[in-house]
């Protein structure tokens, strides 16, 4: 489910896209190259080109939904896993720092899990919700945050 995958999906309006990073990153920078950008890549590139199409926050992460829902529809593998776990999703960032590895509850993306739960749960009404209380009270949190570079989002 990780935005920085190498799990290709098309868009219907904008094409292929290798991730949905690269997707995020194309879509502010507008540069036909980053189109197979993955990893961590993407937020190399993003930082070194500047923003040409800004959004408000709610409609960035409509288009960050909207390329989840596309990934994992062409992806049978994730969404067969995501409908059938019946386990709570939780949002974890595996950082990399001075060849130490640390995992750490996931900082951003409170309202990407949010929709993925809610994907989740039309599929699997069994599936273990109880941490989407928790989920909902970080993303009132975390609302206004923007990440670590300028992904185009409009205050």
Not at 17 to 25: K, Q, T
Not at 92 to 102: F, H, I, M, P, S
């Amino acid at each position: 489910l990780d935005i920085y995958a190498h799990r290709p999906f098309q868009h219907p309006q904008y094409g292929q896209f290798a991730s949905v990073a690269g997707y995020l990153v194309w879509l502010t920078r507008q540069v036909e190259s980053i189109r197979e950008v993955h990893g961590f890549d993407a937020v190399n590139i993003a930082k070194e080109l500047p923003v040409v199409k800004h959004f408000t926050p709610e409609r960035f992460q409509a288009q960050i939904n909207a390329a989840t829902a596309l990934k994992i529809a062409a992806h049978a593998d994730i969404g067969q896993a995501l409908y059938a776990s019946t386990l709570p999703l939780m949002h974890y960032e595996v950082l990399k720092q001075d060849g130490q590895t640390a995992v750490q509850m996931g900082s951003n993306g409170p309202h990407a899990l949010l929709f993925i739960e809610g994907l989740r749960r039309e599929q699997n009404c069994d599936a273990d919700m109880h941490n989407i209380h928790k989920t909902s009270e970080r993303f009132a949190e975390v609302r206004h945050l923007t990440d670590d570079y300028d992904v185009g989002l409009r205050h």
